[in-house]
């Protein structure tokens, strides 16, 4: 707990100082202070060439070496002082563009790096001789120094300019860095400063590794400081200053998580990213929750820091969502580096950082800066992401062979018309088409229906338990990401600006958190949808039991059983119409009826087809000869039993047709292509459709298509990702079972 408090004090210590810095130097001055110091964080990597990290391993493996290790560090920390600091100062007068003293900036650098570097070699060298307590001291009070400072160069000297408080601070951070020194006084002694060669070349890695690090973090500031005028960089760097505090509990939650990606890392990259997809929701979690509140709170940054940096508002606003980039970008890094891959690690951060560079060189006008965060942290993603991936395939196709899946085809395109039919029917149902109300009716009929019926084609007694925690991993994860997908830019847009979208479901933000955790029939618009996929969860798990239930029972007591199921279905809608809000519980009785009936129908249906074909036409040509309101989601049934035959009947037709079209390929392969990605255009054909709608698209067959159309262009990429958390998930939680 108090290492923890030892990275959240200097932190707050840090904030504190940027805000004092901001209202005594206005946005101008302020944004010149920045471009000063933006190189710092680089050059001060070079001081001690990686010595203090070589003493720290050496230690931790050998405690004798600790004072040959401590010679070393000392005979580095001279040798490469005078470099870091004459870099430093070339540096940063090259990238500030109001006239500086040569002098001046050397000092500030020098002093900035001995200090700093005495303090941390200090933290470095209590920690390899395994006391904390006094390792913690010093990384809590690493700030203090400068605080210090500043406020003398402040008070008692007058000094109210950039360089006059960046000198103060610096020199404060020298005096911190000596008192340091003088406090490992009572450790052992080291030998007389001499380089080692072990140590050079441990250290340069090290210090590689840093820089890269460094600069992934200030790489903004260093490419925009010569590129924008201070005003603008002083305005970005106070909205990042705050998306910095942001990052606090996001590096909490990755310091206490941190050493289990190495345990895990004995088990090879698969354990070590199962134990990063575990950590992932708390990490995304924290920065989620983060995110929405310094949207929720930037209106209060000018009361902070100033009314000068009112337009930092709306960097902060734009730049909050990408704290859980940040979360997944970190997530992925450290699953590297606990499978041993430390080195495409720093490959892979290199390539980010340097396209990170490009994106601010190409886009630095107005808000074109936010662009380039985004598809900077984007980009890093992207790459950890394939990199995660490309290792892991290679690993699996090392160790096993993948088992192959045996498929219906019939099954993938009775779901494939099944999608095709949810989308037309949903955009018909805003169609002003004059055939539109009527079409949209009867796809609701049984559209919804028929993807209960095809869940149970396949459907085989297995145990409750274990079948239970197999379908919340299958179907609870997608229901999580798509609506953390969707969600998180809802809660943004309604909470952050203000401005409520009823069209695409969008509630006021004092309602719309509430909405996307009860689920079920509150949700409208975009999430509409989001009913289905609890509501299958629920029903298959209810289905195993009432299949457990009746195992040896004769057929009576399974047919009551069935009209207790049914009676339920239809009764708790109306008797306690809340019950389809929660994750639509009420409508799951129903639907475990429609699931248990597709298993009969799939044992029976190939021996009494002639049969079966006639009495479906016979139903359907019944029930449409009087209206019939259907709609599942709500708890909506039609006429007792009417309904739901005639539900049946539309549905063991279409199925028919899928059997029958089978054959014909050229149809059944887009069809099936189609089946096999319902679950991405379930998810997001409606954000596409409303969407478009809200842009004023309105020809019907254009929104289809591309309803349709763009959830494919994600499936792949979201497919996989998915099967990585699953992958994950499933070994801790469930065993290993067959395909079907």
Not at 339 to 361: C, D, E, K, Y
Not at 381 to 392: D, F, P, S
């Amino acid at each position: 707990m108090f290492g923890l408090l030892a990275m959240l004090v200097p932190a707050a210590m840090q904030f504190g100082l940027f805000i004092f810095l901001a209202r005594v130097l206005g946005v101008g001055q302020y944004g010149l202070y920045l471009a000063l110091l933006s190189w710092s964080p680089l050059c001060f990597e070079l001081v001690g060439w990686g010595a203090g990290e070589h003493l720290l391993r050496r230690t931790s493996q050998d405690r004798a070496a600790f004072a040959a290790t401590r010679g070393h560090m000392r005979a580095a920390f001279w040798l490469s002082l005078p470099l870091a600091t004459l870099v430093f100062a070339a540096l940063t007068l090259g990238a500030v563009s109001q006239a500086l003293s040569f002098l001046v900036v050397a000092t500030i650098g020098l002093a900035e790096f001995a200090g700093l570097r005495l303090l941390v070699n200090a933290e470095q060298m209590f920690i390899a001789l395994g006391r904390m307590g006094g390792a913690n001291w010093l990384r809590s009070s690493q700030v203090a120094p400068r605080i210090a400072g500043v406020a003398i160069s402040y008070l008692a000297l007058g000094g109210t300019s950039f360089e006059a408080l960046a000198l103060g601070g610096s020199l404060g951070m020298l005096a911190g860095g000596l008192a340091a020194a003088w406090a490992t006084r009572a450790l052992p002694i080291g030998t007389r400063p001499n380089l080692l060669a072990d140590g050079t070349r441990q250290g340069t890695w090290f210090m590689g590794t840093q820089l890269v690090r460094a600069g992934q973090h200030n790489i903004d500031r260093i490419v925009l400081a010569p590129l924008v005028d201070p005003a603008t960089l002083g305005l970005y760097g106070a909205a990042q200053r705050f998306i910095q505090l942001g990052l606090l509990p996001l590096q909490s939650v990755l310091r206490l998580t941190y050493p289990g990606f190495f345990k895990a890392g004995t088990g090879g990259l698969g354990a070590t990213l199962r134990y990063g997809l575990a950590v992932l929701p708390l990490a995304l979690a924290a920065s989620a929750v983060t995110a929405l509140a310094i949207a929720g709170a930037a209106s209060w940054l000018p009361l902070v820091v100033g009314p000068e940096f009112e337009q930092s508002v709306i960097y902060l606003l734009y730049l909050a969502p990408t704290l859980p980039l940040f979360a997944i970008n970190a997530v992925l890094s450290d699953t590297l580096s606990g499978a041993g891959f430390l080195p495409v690690r720093l490959v892979l951060t290199t390539m980010g950082v340097i396209a990170q560079a490009l994106m601010f060189w190409l886009l630095h006008d107005g808000l074109q800066i936010v662009l380039a965060s985004y598809a900077g942290i984007g980009l890093s993603c992207a790459l950890m992401g394939g990199a995660v991936m490309l290792l892991r395939r290679s690993e699996v196709l090392k160790t096993r062979a993948n088992p192959p899946t045996h498929r219906l085809v019939w099954l993938d395109v009775a779901k494939g018309l099944g999608i095709i039919l949810v989308v037309v029917g949903h955009v018909l149902l805003l169609s002003e088409a004059p055939v539109a109300s009527g079409a949209a009716e009867l796809i609701y009929l049984f559209h919804m229906p028929l993807f209960f019926l095809l869940a149970g084609v396949t459907l085989s007694a297995q145990p409750t338990g274990a079948f239970a925690v197999r379908k919340l991993i299958r179907l609870g994860l997608p229901y999580v990401f798509f609506i953390a997908l969707l969600g998180l830019p809802a809660l943004v847009v309604t909470c952050g600006f203000g401005t409520p979208l009823p069209n695409l479901g969008i509630d006021r933000c004092s309602v719309m958190p509430f909405k996307l955790l009860l689920g079920g029939s509150t949700l409208g618009g975009i999430f509409g949808v989001f009913w289905f996929i609890p509501c299958l969860l629920l029903a298959l798990i209810l289905v195993q039991f009432v299949i457990a239930l009746c195992r040896g029972r004769n057929w009576r007591q399974k047919a009551a059983v069935f009209a207790l199921l049914v009676t339920t279905g239809y009764a708790l809608p109306h008797l306690m119409p809340g019950s389809t809000a929660l994750l639509a519980l009420g409508t799951a009785p129903m639907a475990a009826a429609f699931i248990l009936l597709g298993q009969v129908f799939a044992q029976r249906l190939p021996s009494h087809i002639v049969l079966v074909l006639s009495i479906c036409g016979l139903l359907v040509a019944i029930g449409l000869l009087m209206p019939m309101p259907f709609d599942m989601k709500i708890g909506g049934y039609g006429p007792p039993i009417l309904g739901l035959a005639t539900a049946m009947a539309l549905s063991c037709l279409l199925m028919q047709l899928s059997k029958r079209l089978e054959h014909w390929l050229s149809i059944a392969s887009p069809l099936q292509a189609l089946g096999q990605r319902t679950l991405t255009i379930l998810y997001l054909h409606q954000a596409v459709h409303l969407g478009l709608r809200q842009l004023g698209v309105q020809q019907d067959a254009l929104l289809i298509f591309l309803s349709l159309g763009v959830p494919l262009l994600f499936h792949q990429s979201i497919r996989r990702l998915l099967k990585l958390a699953e992958a994950g998930l499933v070994p801790y939680l469930s065993p290993k079972s067959p395909t079907v």
